[in-house]
C-alpha cells in the first residue's frame, strides 16, 4: 500500500503527501467541528472550541513526539538532528493527551473558564479524532499486534498482513479504533442525560484508559519503560485510577464547576437567532 495520496507535489522531489497526514488532518477538523456544535448548543460561542484548539493542537503534537522521544532515547540520542525529523514518524497518542489537558487547564485559569465544562465539550471530540487518526496506522502498516500463524485467523478485521514482514499480525489499530466508537457513542448518549460537568472527562480517563490497558497487551511495537513494562499500561492504570477519583468528586459534590459570566457565552440575541 503506499503511503503517500501525492508524490513529488508541485514538481519538488521528496515533497510528498502522506496519507497519515490527511487522516489525522480530517480527524481534527471533524473533531472540532463537533466540539463547537456542542458548545454552541450548551450556551456558549463557537470561539471558546476554536481559541483553545489553535493552541491544544500544536502544543498536542509537539508533547506527543517529545514523548515518544523520551521513550526511545537511545536511538534519538545517537543523532539529534532526527529528534525534529517529525515527517519520518514517532507520534505518540498519551503525549499529546497530556499536552491537550495541560493547554486546557492554562487555557481555562487565563479566560476564568470552567475547566470540567470545556472538558466534557473536548473530550468525546477527542475520541472521535483518535477513531479516524488510527486508520493512519492501517495505511503506514505500524501499531499491529503479535504475529497470527493460524491461516484460519488470517482475515481482516482479526488481522492485517503487513507487507515489510511477509507477514499476517493482529490488527490492534482497528481493535482500538472500534472499541473507541463504541465509547464514543455511550459518551454523546450520556452527555445527553448528566447534569453535572465533568463527566465526559471521567468516562475518557477511565474508559479510553481501559481499552488502551488492553489491547497495549498485544501490541508488537509498545515502548518500554523496563523490560516487560508497557508505558502506555502504565500510564493507562494512572488514567483509570485518576478518572476514578474524579469521578467520586463529582459524584460527592467536592468538585464542580464555577457559574461562567464572560465573553463566551452566547447572548439573548445570539441564541435566538440559533433557535430560529
Known amino acids: 500500500m503506499d503511503r503517500f495520496i501525492i508524490h513529488n507535489l508541485f514538481g519538488i522531489e521528496g515533497f510528498n503527501i502522506a496519507w497519515y ?17 456542542r458548545a454552541k448548543k450548551a450556551g456558549y460561542k463557537t470561539d471558546v472550541i ?15 513526539r517529545i514523548y515518544y522521544v523520551i521513550f526511545e532515547w537511545d536511538y534519538y540520542s545517537q543523532d539529534l ?9 514517532g507520534l505518540a497518542i498519551y503525549g499529546g493527551v497530556i499536552g491537550g489537558i495541560a493547554t486546557a487547564i492554562g487555557f481555562c485559569k487565563v479566560h476564568k473558564f470552567p475547566i470540567l465544562k470545556l472538558m466534557d465539550f473536548a473530550m468525546p471530540s477527542l475520541l472521535l479524532g483518535q477513531i479516524i487518526g488510527r486508520w493512519g496506522n492501517f495505511v503506514n502498516q505500524e501499531a499491529y499486534g503479535n504475529r497470527i500463524t493460524n491461516p484460519d485467523l488470517q482475515f481482516f478485521p482479526y488481522g492485517v498482513y503487513i507487507d515489510d514482514l511477509q507477514e499476517w ?14 465509547l464514543f457513542i455511550l459518551m454523546m448518549l450520556l452527555a445527553r442525560k448528566v447534569s453535572k460537568d465533568g463527566w465526559m472527562l471521567v468516562m475518557y480517563l477511565t474508559g479510553y484508559g481501559a481499552i488502551r490497558f488492553v489491547i497495549e497487551g498485544f501490541r508488537a511495537d509498545s515502548l518500554y519503560l523496563m523490560p516487560g513494562v508497557r508505558v502506555s499500561q502504565l500510564l493507562s492504570a494512572v488514567l483509570m485510577g485518576i478518572g476514578i477519583g474524579i469521578g467520586w468528586g463529582i459524584y460527592s459534590g467536592r468538585l464542580r464547576s464555577r457559574e461562567y459570566h ?4 452566547l447572548n439573548s440575541d445570539e441564541k435566538s437567532g440559533e433557535a430560529q
Open 262 to 265: 464572560g465573553s463566551y457565552l
Open 21 to 37: 497526514g490527511v487522516i489525522i488532518g480530517c480527524g481534527m477538523i471533524l473533531a472540532t467541528a463537533v466540539a463547537a456544535w
Open 169 to 182: 499480525h493482529q490488527a490492534t489499530f482497528f481493535y482500538e479504533s472500534f472499541a473507541n466508537l463504541i
Open 81 to 89: 538532528m532526527s529528534v525534529f525529523a517529525i515527517r519520518e514518524g
Open 50 to 64: 476554536i481559541d483553545f484548539v489553535l493552541f491544544a493542537i500544536p502544543i498536542a503534537i509537539i508533547c506527543a
